[in-house]
């Protein structure tokens, strides 16, 4: 493996997700053989990665997902909700650091509204407890005069954490 070349080991992975039984495996395979984004992969991948996380396979959802936001073609109409999806994936898994480094740097360009406070409440799971209510109060402003269900489930979802910090 360590003289195989990319291309070769690309195309490896492409040999054996066409021979593995498991959709994990050939999911990760697929991706792994790929050198560029790829909006059908990505779907792929993550329809796999929803898989993963529905059976408890934390870190093969996490991997996955990973693989499927790589995948994704920025400024795509999925980029954001995987880049979302891989942070969800991430509280889960306990990995605050990755969190943090995936997510902190990308909030302030994302979509105002709903996208951004569901991204700062994230973000907030990463926090120490000032750290938690500064980004919970930021998610509130974000969805502060919003009026859709998804605004509302939000509001919901930062006053408990607030409340709870209490």
Do not use: C
Request: glycine share 4%.
């Amino acid at each position: 493996r360590r003289r195989a070349t990319l291309q070769e080991r690309r195309q490896l992975h492409r040999d054996l997700a066409s021979v593995v039984g498991s959709d994990t495996l050939r999911a990760r395979h697929m991706a792994l053989s790929a050198a560029k984004p790829d909006a059908e992969l990505a779907a792929t991948v993550a329809i796999a990665a929803e898989a993963a996380a529905a059976r408890g396979a934390v870190a093969d959802a996490v991997q996955l997902a990973e693989h499927a936001f790589r995948l994704t073609p920025p400024g795509s109409a999925g980029h954001t909700r995987r880049l979302l999806r891989l942070a969800e994936y991430l509280v889960i898994a306990g990995d605050e650091r990755r969190l943090t480094e995936l997510l902190a740097p990308q909030v302030a360009e994302l979509p105002p509204g709903e996208v951004r406070a569901r991204a700062y409440l994230l973000l907030g799971e990463a926090a120490d407890l000032a750290g938690q209510e500064q980004r919970v109060d930021q998610a509130l402003a974000e969805v502060e005069e919003a009026t859709t269900p998804e605004a509302a489930e939000l509001r919901a979802a930062a006053l408990a954490t607030k409340a709870r910090l209490l």
